[in-house]
């Protein structure tokens, strides 16, 4: 059921803590010490390790398959391949494409052929290169745009080599405007970097089915493909969060899940799994790099008249998100602006380079630096400011996207800007602090040759799941008397990754029920589904189930109260753990009520029905809510070196409803942070279909030394369709990003810079 939107105002209950404020995060203090327990601390008595082979090669034929060398080994308890997989041996977020184990082909370098138990760690990777394989290597598919067109070129899968064709069309495809400007923009691929590598731990049940307990994003979609592929019924697999160490959306696919269940089935013992980091790069998805053709014309006074694009993405060698990602680049690809004519063709592909799947800012991340650098190039062809032109254009609420959909809730995006722009810029450099400079200690300049530049990035992104899916999720909430005091339970399968969510949960149950004392129950899949920690959704979805069973139990409290003491159900309220009467002040203490047992309701929420596309992109409400962020970039360039200081990252955001202050500034700038590593340095090298750079050595994160200071204003416009007035908050910041830092980097050196990240050789 949708609970209704209520406003924190509307539910003084006097209880600190509640929503609108930002309480201490109950697993702050143990991340911060070193304390916390992650995934990979797990353990077992009696516990085999678990090891997987993987393909070297990104595209091959399985000749022959010899595990007899690797089982002889001492301390070797197991050997499993697609042979053993007792259930389907495929699985997949979207279509059902991808083997357990590989059977008789490899599309990937990386891709699992094999399973290993043994007593210690060191075993099972000596007994990994006992396994003979032989392989017939093939022509990899690596180009995504021929992966399109190409017929010539081997089909991958029996469908062929495309994942999804999207079109969106409105107004007139033959639009003329004054003024024209195009380019083609290419994004890299981008990982996820979480610092908790892929782990879980499989203890086989009694009852011939397993428990694990693992780091995810979704407790429930992992289930259901677990079952599927070991053949038991989805009750006979147990699921239990342990710590999450980052996810981004590379924890929706599974990994270990159904190799370790496997593995404890046949060997009757506990198993644990934990990859390297190298066997991390390999063995999760990771941000589908794009190449993208875009087309602007306007007015001679600024105004859009059309955007024409063709859009690609390079999904590897599954599905995984690729669906999603086109949905989503396709009905945002001309950004947060009105567009009387839209002509957009977005491909999703099969290739052998490494899968991609779901990062952060899914399917906007590659457009929005399209359609972003095509404003600053149109700006500049007009001659006019880049804020003010993205100010003329930016669409506000009542207005109609490309796909028909009618903004029915506030699109301040002209605020933003306006808000942005009035943000004092940071002083021409007087530090002679060479850590202040491009190159900081490496004492490549003091000075000469660095240009400053300002640039401007702004986003749309749509919230939750859209096109029609069933979004939404579960929480049970009981109410008792413990030591004589009244705590809440709140019990769901949300996934808390890092956002904050336990203490979300805990500040609506504050506010719902007037009590201070909340607790978080362990999240399993012993209660109902609450979908992925993804799309910047749990806060809408988890929260209005939250809010929805509080809203139940304080409704039963209340009718007991009523019963107890004659009065009128409508007219009692919760405060302060009292019961008070509209009339005749406070009947009892919350304790009293409670003395005749717990109350526990369990309530679903779903988000509005969404629709599907038509096969012109049209559709009545595609996507459930909207969100919006802008940055402005400040950068100092030393365009001699190619080297680039982001001396300030400023930005201002809509979240609706500022549920935790505290977590959204947090969340503003790791996703702040996450953009700026895109734009600058953060790429998957991938060549042949081989993976180069699969290390943190390698593959450059930002670290406390890159990001710069940051003025973050936050506005709320609710939402009157979302609890309490949300909208999502993490996925923004991380989209616009990107493109107000290469807008910056594109001032200081005049330079067209169309891929990201933009390297030194880009700038020099």
Known sequence: MSGPTRTPQDLDTGIAGGIGESPLRPDGTLKVRGEFAYSSDLWAEDMLWGATLRSPHPYARITSLDVGPALRLPGVHAVLTADDVPGANRYGLKAQDQPVLAEDVVRYRGEAVALIAADHPETARRALERVEVGYEVLSPVTDAELAAHDTSLPKLHENGNVVRHQVVRKGDPEAAADVVVSGVYTVGMQDQAFLGPESGLALPAEDGGVDLYLATQDLHSDRKQTAAALGLPQDKVRLTLSGVGGAFGGREDLSIQVHVCLLALRTGK??????????????????????????????????????????????????????????????????????????????????????????????????????????????????????????????????EIPTGQVLDFPAPVAELLERLKEIPLPPQRESRDIRDLPGGASNTTHGEGVVRGVGYGVTIKNICYSEGADDYSTARVRLELVGGEPIAEVHTAAAEVGQGLVTVQQQIARTELGVERVTIHPNDTSVGAAGSSSASRQTYVTGGAVQTACGAVRDAVLHRAAELHGAAPAALSLHGGKIVSATAGVLADLAEVLGDGPIERTREYHHRQTFPMDETGVGELVQVQHAFSAHRAIVDVDTELGLVKVVRLDCVQDVGKAVNPDAIIGQIQGGSAQGLGLAVMEEIQVSGGEMRNASFTDYLIPTILDMPPMEIDIIERGDPNAPYGVRGVGEPPTISTTPAVVAAIRAATGKPLTHVPVAPHDII
């Not at 589908?288 to 001679?300: L, N």
């Not at 399209?370 to 400011?385: F, G, I, P």
């Open 270 to 399: 506990p198993v644990k799994m934990v990859y390297g980091r190298e066997e991390s790069f390999y063995g999760h998805v990771h941000r589908h790099p794009a190449k993208m053709y875009y087309e602007h014309g306007a007015t001679r006074d600024g105004d859009l008249v059309y955007v024409r694009a063709r859009q690609y993405f390079d999904g590897g060698a599954y599905a995984s998100k690729t669906p999603v990602v086109v949905g989503n680049a396709s009905t945002l690809g001309v950004g947060p602006y009105r567009v009387p004519n839209v002509d957009l063709e977005s491909w999703g592909l099969y290739t052998n380079n490494p899968p991609c799947g779901a990062m952060r800012g899914l399917g906007a991340v590659q457009p929005t630096f399209a359609y972003e650098s095509q404003m600053d190039k149109l700006a500049a062809a007009l001659d006019v400011d880049p804020a003010q032109l993205r100010i003329r254009n930016a669409v506000a609420q009542g207005d």
